[in-house]
């Protein structure tokens, strides 16, 4: 059996800021996370570093959280038998 999964990236720049908006609804459970680059402002301008930064750092908050709520279920799972 096959499923499609969607994930939701948003980002959102300026010229020192990136910001990411990572949303997964998984079976009812809804997980969503955010990250964030910066730029010093003496670096020369490449979003497409801040851009992979900031969805690396909310895919790995997103991670955690998705691992947590497994973790939740196998020991919810565990302690009613």
Same mark, same amino acid.
């Given at each position: #059996?096959?499923k499609d999964?969607? +994930?939701?990236?948003? +980002?959102s720049e @300026? @010229?020192?800021?990136t910001?990411?908006?990572?949303v +997964?609804?998984? !079976? /009812?459970d809804?997980?969503?996370? #955010?990250g %964030?680059a !910066? !730029?010093n *402002?003496?670096?020369p *301008?490449? *979003?497409v570093i /801040?851009?992979?930064? &900031?969805? =690396? !750092?909310? $895919?790995?908050? $997103?991670t955690?959280?998705i #691992?947590? &709520?497994a973790q @939740? %279920?196998?020991? =919810?799972?565990l302690?009613t @038998?």
């Amino acid at each position: #059996m096959e499923k499609d999964v969607t +994930l939701n990236l948003h +980002l959102s720049e @300026d @010229d020192i800021e990136t910001v990411a908006h990572a949303v +997964l609804n998984l !079976r /009812g459970d809804h997980f969503e996370a #955010m990250g %964030k680059a !910066r !730029r010093n *402002p003496i670096d020369p *301008p490449m *979003p497409v570093i /801040g851009e992979e930064l &900031a969805i =690396a !750092r909310a $895919l790995q908050t $997103l991670t955690s959280q998705i #691992m947590e &709520a497994a973790q @939740d %279920k196998v020991e =919810a799972f565990l302690t009613t @038998d």
